[in-house]
């Protein structure tokens, strides 16, 4: 049996990198899913490729730093796919890079709702329908950037990547006992435009154990175990998908 039988998923940022292989892995594996991005053409291309190997999926494009977006995901979920077991907030931005006196109040808030107010808008629609369902997983994207490590020109990536925490064990404290777990993965240095150049990345992979930086589908992978029931105790807590970068530091 697959491990996301007849569950629905709800997957934010999903038109490219993580989020991409996100929706992929967990259509293969059973799930009905709600995918979301603010590119139209190319979330359409995810979707058409989700349908080309038999699975269930439903498009809403829009901004994941506006409420009205997660309302039309949450309203989609349950009339399309009959409710909700799963979300991925995976949607973010990097922002200005720059050292933290530089940054304008605008860029600090662009930021600070791409990463944590739009992590916060989705669980706010997407708690309610796991209540009818008795429970639910919700997985929030963070980094090792804020967690175990600061790099230069991204304090407020990091400030805002590292909140997520926070919001993962006050959802725990208030939900965890109505069967709702929240976690967060902390991804390392993936292979995703997000990442730059081949010199950039070449630096990223040095700061990792295994001198590599990982592809999309292992990050979709580890997000498949916080949302299956293989993760069935596990809540309130960072998984670190880093290659070893939180250890080496």
Known sequence: MKLLENKVAIITGASSGIGRATAMLFAAEGAAVVINARGEAALDKVAAEIRETGGRVHTVVGDAGVA????????????????LDIAVNNAGAVGAMKPLAEI???EWDHVLTANLTSAFLG????IPLMLKRAGGSIVFTSSFVGSSAGIPGM???GASKAALMGLVKGITADYAVKGIRANALLPGGVDTPMAGDTAQKEWAAG???????AQPEEMAQAALFLASSMASFVAGTALFADGGNAAVK
């Open 155 to 157: 304090a407020a990536y």
């Open 207 to 213: 700061l990792h154990a295994m001198k590599r930086i």
């Open 104 to 106: 304008s109040p605008e």
């Open 123 to 126: 669980a706010r629609s997407q």
């Open 68 to 83: 009205e977006t997660h309302s039309l995901m949450a309203e989609a979920a349950e009339s399309v796919f009959g409710g």
